[in-house]
């Protein structure tokens, strides 16, 4: 395995922004992050879901959400279009273990429905149960929940459904993340829909096998604090402002 040193990579990252941004609330600074400690928390992250177990102290919660988006848009910047879903994720796999993180190597699965009709939103539960257990889809699911609850004209589920799908393909990433072993620990479920109905909400609509296809590959990661304490202050100045135009709460 080639030896990175995460100064020299970080500084010459190149980053590229998503077509669009979340609205962005008057009470937080350009590098603010709504992050609160002792309460679970979600955040849609870009063409992520990023949700927080209430153990993980802020400090934690900032650099999980900050490294995430800095590997989405590094990842952007080279595999910018639809056509290049699985090429892209690689390249955020590769930018997160160049900063610290040890992601699992894991190969992407092919979903085979045991009924003609499926609703996605059960597939993803039903995945991410399987890979990870109990704990992961309490929170997960009261997540899902909560962006099922918003309104299609809101602001954050409009700018997530345009920056995860177009009218036939879609990639989006579910994550959780968590202390074990006094270590930051995300567990991570990455979903490649392609549909010949059209998409509207990617994570809430019932499709049949024969229109829709959708692979997903599912990961455990673990930040190494020490090496990412050495880069924390330049990935926040990396990203500047970003962080609040690519990362909004979710309630839950």
Partial sequence: MQNIDPVKYLKE?????????????????????PTTE???QSFMNAKSIVSFVSEIDGQRRDDVLNSVLLAQLAANK???GDDQSLEWYKEFVNVLNNIGWNIQAAEFTHFESREHVFDIQNVIIDILLTAFGGTFIKVITKTLDAIKGLADSNGKITVFEKNTHSLSKGAFQIGLAKVENEAVSLQIG???????????????????????????????????????????????EKLGGKVTEFIAEVEI
């Avoid at 590229?16 to 009470?27: A, C, G, H, K, Y």
């Avoid at 499709?207 to 880069?231: F, H, M, P, V």
């Fill in 190 to 236: 990455t979903f490649l829909i392609t549909s010949s109905n059209e998409i509207k909400r990617i994570l809430f609509f019932k499709t049949t096998k024969d229109k829709t296809s959708l692979d997903y590959c599912s990961r455990t990661g673990t930040l190494n604090e020490q090496i990412y304490a050495t880069i924390r202050e330049s990935v926040v």
């Fill in 78 to 80: 080279l595999f910018p």
């Fill in 13 to 33: 990252l190149k980053i590229s922004d998503l077509s669009n941004t979340f609205p962005i609330s008057r009470d937080l600074e350009t590098k603010d992050l």
């Fill in 38 to 40: 002792g309460i679970e």
